[in-house]
């Protein structure tokens, strides 16, 4: 139907310019012209020759590169709750055009005025063709994989953590200063960082951070806290400083506790034992780092019950460590 459309529009056209013939460049038209006397010139017609109209826009025109990357590499909610797109193998946006070059291509082709000058001393550069060049591929896509790597930052051995860099067992230095306070020698270490989520009336699922350090002077003195926030930074940053705040004063027995106790806090045993000089730490990688920063270097800790519930393990140990009795108490 739009074909018959366009060849009526076509006769009025011809019709009012008399004789004038249009001439377009989405069909193929024919000129029939009659031999008879008796015609008139108004009924030379222009007849299309009924064709299929193709249009320049296809799928990939339509639709934008960001578009197009954002179906290969985006994650559903669904998914992201379940923590897809968030492993090494994500898969990321590339820039395609990163490395070409306006007038260099497949074919190595020497065009003046775009990638070389028009005229060389007094002689007037020709276009031709230059040797090809094997090694345009390769450089693109090394290129390419250079911008979507991240760069990899390394942290000395005893920087690190518990696992690899993550933030749990890594030192955060001393707290920040509290008016003319400067806690100099005070150490701090991450007991546990975690997401953890929350339901909000207006925004829905909230994820946020919380972080436990602990803070002590290597010489009995130490405290921890307990901080939560949206960024992970200020989370641990805000623990620290709220352990600050919560300074305990513990005796100890020149590098080891006073004697033997046991203690319990929610699911967690704890079963403490004193040990000589030179024997080291024996216990969960949680007292490890409350030792550090006490001062205990020789120590024997059992933990049954949770093992996992560093809160609990940093609790009951504190709480033994606070029920202790000192030489002067016992003798009496």
Do not use: C, Y
């Given at each position: 139907m739009a074909n018959f459309r366009f060849a009526f529009l076509n006769l009025c056209k011809q019709t009012l310019h008399q004789n004038c013939?249009?001439?377009?460049?989405s069909c193929t038209s024919k000129v029939i012209s009659t031999t008879s006397s008796a015609l008139t010139p108004h009924q030379?017609?222009?007849?299309?020759?009924?064709?299929?109209f193709r249009f320049s826009h296809t799928f990939l025109s339509r639709i934008s590169a960001?578009?197009?990357?954002?179906?290969v590499t985006s994650v559903s909610n669904a998914g992201r709750r379940k923590g897809r797109g968030s492993a090494a193998g994500r898969m990321r946006q590339k820039d395609l055009n990163r490395g070409q070059v306006i007038g260099y291509g497949k074919k190595n082709m020497l065009w003046p005025g775009l990638n070389s000058p028009v005229i060389q001393g007094k002689e007037l550069i020709?276009?031709?063709e230059l040797p090809p060049d094997e090694k345009r591929t390769q450089r693109i896509l090394e290129l390419r994989d250079k911008a979507v790597s991240r760069r990899s930052f390394k942290l000395h051995p005893l920087e690190r953590g518990w696992t690899s860099n993550k933030l749990p067992g890594r030192n955060l230095g001393p707290p920040d200063p509290v008016g003319e306070e400067k806690f100099e020698g005070f150490n701090s270490r991450v007991l546990e960082f975690k997401p953890v989520m929350h339901m909000s009336g207006t925004r829905g699922r909230v994820r946020r951070f919380s972080a436990m350090v602990v803070v002590g002077n290597g010489k009995g003195l130490a405290g921890f806290g307990i901080a939560g926030s949206p960024t992970g930074a200020s989370a641990a940053k805000l623990a620290k400083n709220r352990a600050s705040k919560?300074?305990?004063y513990i005796e100890l027995d020149n590098n080891s506790i006073i004697h033997d106790f046991y203690s319990e806090f929610g699911p967690c045993?704890?079963?403490?034992?004193?040990?000589?000089?030179?024997?080291?730490l024996v216990c969960h990688r949680c007292i490890r780092e409350i030792c550090k920063v006490l001062g205990i270097?020789?120590?024997?800790?059992k933990v049954e019950g949770s093992t996992k519930n560093y809160q609990c393990i940093t609790r009951a140990f504190f709480i033994g460590l606070h029920k202790q009795k000192s030489f002067s108490t016992t003798g009496r």
């Open positions: 013939l249009l001439r377009t460049s030379n017609i222009l007849l299309p020759i009924i064709t299929s960001e578009m197009l990357w954002k179906g020709p276009q031709r919560a300074l305990r045993r704890l079963f403490v034992h004193k040990m000589p000089e030179g024997f080291g270097k020789d120590l024997w800790v």
